[in-house]
Structure formats: C-alpha cells, structure tokens
C-alpha cells in the first residue's frame, strides 16, 4: 500500500509536566503458600516487587495492588517502546486502574528515558495529588549502568528467595518467566535491539479489522507496543477518533462487519488523514532519535486512497 505523499505535519516535542533523574527501587514482598490445610509450613511463595523507585515520586499506589514487572524491565533495557513496567499484582493493568503503557526510550548510550502518562497512571500517582490533576507526562531519565546493575539485583533477589523457599512464580507476568530467571545469567550484558528489524515497512490505515502492517503482513498486537515516546501514542489517539468498530455502533449495526473500523463522519476524512500522516512521521521521527535504531520506514495509507 502507498500513502499519498504531503508537506510535513509532525508537531514540536511536547514538554513534560516533569523530568527527574531516577533509579531503580523496590521491596520484594514474599507471600508464603501452604501445602495443606492446617500446615504450619509454606511448601512454596510467591514473590512480587513493590515499586519504590528513586526519583521524587511516589509511584506504588493505594492498595500494594501496584508492583513491577520484572519481564517488562528486562526488555526494556535492551529495547525501546511501550511497557507495562507498573502492573497489577494479577497481571492485568486495568485491574489496578493502570491504563496507559511506560513509554522507554534510549536516547544515548547511557541512558534510558521512561515517559509516563499522568492520567493513565494517575493510581500509581495517587499520593502526588498537586500531579494527577494535570494532564501530560513525567519524564523519568535513568543513569544505563545503574539500570541494569539494579535490574540484576532483582534477579538475584530472585534467586535468594527461592534458594530459602522454592517460588511458585514471580507475579505478574510468570507464563514460564520464573523457569526462565532461576537461570538467568548475571553476567550476561544487556545486548541492544531495535524495535524493528533492518529494513522494515511499517504501515498505518484502516483497512476492515486492520489499522497496521509490517512489510505487508499484520501486525499481531495493539501498536503502542511499538512507541518509545509519550507524544506518538498522543498522535495514535489523536487519529483513532475518528473511526469506531461496527460492534460499538448502534445505528444500523445489523448491517456492519462488528469487528472493522469506521469512519464516524464522512466529512471529517481529510482530518482524519491529517492525523494519519502525523502519526506516522512523529513515529518516525521517535525512533530515530533512539541509538542503534536501524533504518526503518513509517508511513500512512490515506482513508481517500483508492
């Protein structure tokens, strides 16, 4: 698919309500699991890291619901984009009334930068109460070195535990991952990836279920996944208004494909291209600024193009 060519749209960097210098902090809380009713003895726990990071705010929530993803962090060390690095306990965000993915970004060698939206994370804020009535972003610039030297404290904080009581997993995200850090190695080094491959095409529009493809084929996932930055998921927003799935459109919906996107006003496809374009050059543009990113194309498939 070609997008139609225009003059460039791509907005100026948005300021962030805050940019603090931060670091890694945590508590790990073990939760003991009895084998049989009227045991005395835990047969196993389950561990998880509540956040207390260093950074001038308070980021654990209300109700210790709010922890660390250790998956998460690990990745993002290695790789710019979009992370739940606050989760829920249970593995489901929206659970914890977490609703807005941990944008990183790895702008220098020696730095990761976390871009965190206010009002999504507004309970993991809930205690900086002057913060979450505004609406933007919290820049959080981490020092590279400390980040992973931290990260690997975790994972032998990991190992320690389970060393003392063997560990039914590492909430949130387990699937296997406790199999996986029981053997991880500490003296591995944090190897750099793109976000892409080499080469890749990544496209946007609205093509029945579809709104992204890479090298033609779609993509398996929601895109913000893909965005190291606060502002491109701002821009992602700003262009998804404009359509709805058949399923959430009560008028003549019988007559709609449930799950494909809709233009909810013939008369606004010129704004929603605008939306579109800009979308795709700010993407764009984020990536580049990440170090070891390769060459990676973004565009925009117009709603007008045949």
Request: net charge negative; proline share 6%.
């Amino acid at each position: 698919m070609e997008g139609m060519k225009r003059d460039s749209i791509a907005e100026s960097p948005i300021t962030p309500l805050l940019a603090l210098p931060a670091r890694l902090g945590w508590e790990l809380v073990s939760t003991p699991i009895f084998g049989s009713a009227g045991s005395n003895q835990p047969s196993a726990q389950n561990i998880r890291f509540l956040p207390a990071l260093d950074c001038g705010l308070y980021l654990a929530g209300e109700y210790q619901d709010i922890v660390l993803d250790l998956a998460a962090l690990l990745e993002s060390a290695r790789k710019p984009g979009g992370y739940f690095l606050l989760n829920c306990e249970c593995g489901y965000p929206d659970d914890a009334d977490i609703h807005e993915l941990i944008f990183v970004q790895h702008p220098t060698p020696d730095s990761i930068v976390w871009e965190l939206d206010v009002q999504g994370l507004r309970s993991a804020l809930s205690k900086e109460t002057w913060l979450t009535h505004q609406n933007g972003y919290v820049r959080l610039i981490f020092e590279r070195k400390q980040y992973e030297t931290d990260l690997r404290r975790m994972v032998l904080e990991v190992k320690q535990a389970h060393a003392s009581l063997e560990l039914n997993e590492v909430a949130p995200n387990d699937y296997g991952f406790t199999e996986f850090i029981l053997t991880f190695d500490q003296d591995e080094p944090f190897v750099a990836e793109p976000i892409l491959p080499p080469g890749s095409h990544l496209e946007f529009g609205f093509e029945g279920s579809e709104l992204c493809w890479i090298n033609g084929n779609r993509w398996d996932g929601w895109p913000t996944r893909l965005f190291p930055c606060w502002q491109v998921n701002q821009a992602f927003k700003a262009w998804v208004r404009f359509v709805q799935r058949g399923f959430a459109i009560k008028d003549g919906a019988q007559s709609l494909e449930t799950n494909h996107f809709y233009l909810l006003d013939e008369n606004s496809r010129a704004a929603c291209d605008m939306a579109g374009y800009a979308l795709a050059e700010q993407l764009q543009a984020c990536i580049a600024r990440n170090v070891n990113q390769p060459e990676i194309v973004v565009s925009y498939q117009g709603v007008n193009a045949g």
